[in-house]
């Protein structure tokens, strides 16, 4: 897939609506076909899909990220690109997710527009959500909340500082060990978004498991 053939830029007419419900984040997947097989039937439970994948190539993520762009304009669902301005303007994905060390959300809104969608990491730190917030982040991710089977030695936060970023006035996710059975606590503390990975992926019915994440939020 050549860069060039991506608009650097498109209009994201979904911007403006609610970040509200399932937030999907890929599984490392290097089969470019099973990862859009997997990715293709969940899409309908998802308010938004977030493109991630350690293990892969840039060339093949730049392959696989303008796949999945396809996908996700197809089901009506915002796409979001993982640690990757650049990656997110070459594929004309809605936005970019930020980690701390994935570079400022000025630069990231520079690179991609004021209406794309820039989400930040925070993990389990109040100080770094405000500055994020002060910034212009669309979204505040705080976790882990439990305990993860993709990211067991993650930093733990609490239902306490989920609360006390309402004060910023963002959407707020939340993500580690999140389950059907776990997640409504954390929604009734304030998270607008549930952000999962093997929760879905690695279950024996995906579907069935984005769908009882999704009435979550009902």
Do not use: W
Request: charged share 20%.
């Amino acid at each position: 897939m050549d860069m060039k053939h991506h608009p650097q830029r498109r209009a994201r007419s979904r911007r403006r609506e609610p970040l509200r419900g399932l937030y999907l984040v890929t599984p490392d997947e290097l089969d470019d076909a099973r990862l859009l097989a997997r990715v293709a039937p969940v899409l309908a439970c998802s308010a938004c899909l977030q493109y991630r994948n350690k293990a892969a190539s840039p060339q093949q993520r730049l392959q696989q990220a303008g796949a999945l762009r396809v996908l996700c304009t197809e089901a009506g669902v915002s796409m979001i690109v993982n640690d990757d301005a650049a990656l997110a303007a070459a594929v004309g994905a809605d936005g970019v997710h930020l980690g701390e060390h994935d570079g400022a959300v000025a630069a990231a809104r520079a690179l991609l527009g004021n209406d794309a969608i820039v989400g930040v990491s925070c993990y389990d730190d109040m100080a770094r959500a405000r500055d994020a917030a002060s910034e212009g982040a669309d979204y505040l991710a705080f976790g882990a909340f439990f305990p993860s089977p993709t990211k067991p030695a993650a930093r733990r936060a609490s239902i306490e500082l989920l609360q006390n970023a309402r004060v910023l006035g963002l959407p707020r996710v939340a993500i580690g060990g999140v389950t059907p059975e776990n997640a409504r606590t954390l929604i009734a503390a304030g998270a607008d978004m549930i952000a999962v990975i093997s929760g879905v992926f690695d279950a024996p019915d995906p579907v069935v498991a984005a769908q009882a994440y999704a009435a979550c939020f009902t």
